[in-house]
């Protein structure tokens, strides 16, 4: 039956890479998944799994479909000019230098837009980013992008911040150095702890309610009294309190205690 067979290819999935596919909307992954083994010619998923158990290349072009890595620089530009000129001083009165996790990062392109915010706005900070998806870690890692990547950003950054050449556009050393990219699973691994700034967006629209509800509350426990939870512009939290967080502004969270 249909219903077993990709139950089966859940548990598969879980037991070989820690990947919980059910803590994600169902219908939306199973259509995802379901057009990419048909692709592949496999009658089921079953098939499909024991498949790319043997071939890596099966395998990574799957995780590449489960996680969808669309990414922009400055994405949703309004929302960073509030960081930048109401969130980031109200967090500066309280410390000089600032603990920041890009959580669900994708390839790259929003620790680094915090990477040359910080640089510009001349604010100390650690910058953590991480993903699922170690492969786009190691493509963010890069950090050469092509220039639609770039559309919102800037122009004086992108003068300064990059280097044109045969690839694309390459951030510079500056800030590359000026991030560290670790893989972290939001549904599993133990979170940092004294977090200032979290941004995390576009990704708790795949998950089911229930895992959507646990990922806020271990982000708030992420975060030092005060600091600021940034969501995507789909994302808002209803009823915030329920995790210790109030509104900020709107898709920005503080934590109240
Ligand atoms: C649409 S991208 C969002 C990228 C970036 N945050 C942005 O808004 O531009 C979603 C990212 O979530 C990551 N992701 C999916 N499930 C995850 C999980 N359980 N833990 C951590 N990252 C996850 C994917 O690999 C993907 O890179």
């Keep these: 039956m249909i219903e077993d067979d990709y139950t089966e290819f859940t548990l598969m999935i879980k037991k070989k890479t820690g990947i919980d596919l059910n803590q994600y909307k169902e219908a939306q992954m199973k259509r995802r998944l379901l057009s990419l083994r048909q692709k592949r010619g496999f009658k089921t998923f079953i098939?499909?799994?024991?498949?790319?158990?043997?071939?890596?290349?099966?395998?990574?072009?799957?995780?590449?479909?489960?996680?969808?890595?669309?990414?922009?620089?400055?994405?949703?530009?309004?929302?960073?000019?509030?960081?930048?000129?109401?969130?980031?001083p109200q967090l500066l009165k309280e410390k000089s230098e600032l603990n920041i996790w890009s959580a669900a990062c994708s390839t790259g392109e929003e620790p680094y837009t915090l990477a040359m915010m910080m640089k510009e706005a001349k604010i100390k900070a650690k910058i953590l980013a991480s993903d699922i998806d170690e492969g786009i870690l190691e493509q963010a890692?890069?950090?050469?992008?092509?220039?639609?990547?770039?559309?919102?950003?800037?122009d004086l950054w992108k003068k300064k911040y990059f280097i044109e050449n045969e690839l694309g556009y390459e951030c510079t050393t500056l800030v590359k150095h000026a991030v560290a990219f670790h893989r972290h699973n939001l549904l599993k691994d133990p979170y940092p702890k004294h977090v200032d700034l979290i941004v995390c967006r576009n990704v708790l629209i795949y998950f089911t309610e229930e895992a959507k509800s646990r990922i806020y509350k271990e982000l708030s426990d992420s975060l030092s009294i005060g600091g600021i939870l940034f969501v995507g512009s789909t994302e808002q939290i209803f009823n915030p309190s329920q995790y210790n967080l109030e509104s900020a502004d709107t898709f920005f969270y503080r934590k109240i205690e």
């Excluded at 530009?77 to 969130?87: F, N, Q, S, V």
């Excluded at 890692?141 to 800037?154: H, I, N, T």
């Design 47 to 88: 098939d499909y799994g024991n498949e790319m158990g043997k071939e890596k290349a099966l395998f990574n072009e799957f995780l590449d479909r489960m996680t969808i890595n669309v990414s922009e620089f400055y994405r949703n530009p309004e929302r960073w000019d509030i960081l930048k000129e109401k969130i980031l």
């Design 141 to 154: 890692a890069k950090g050469v992008y092509p220039d639609r990547s770039l559309k919102s950003l800037p």
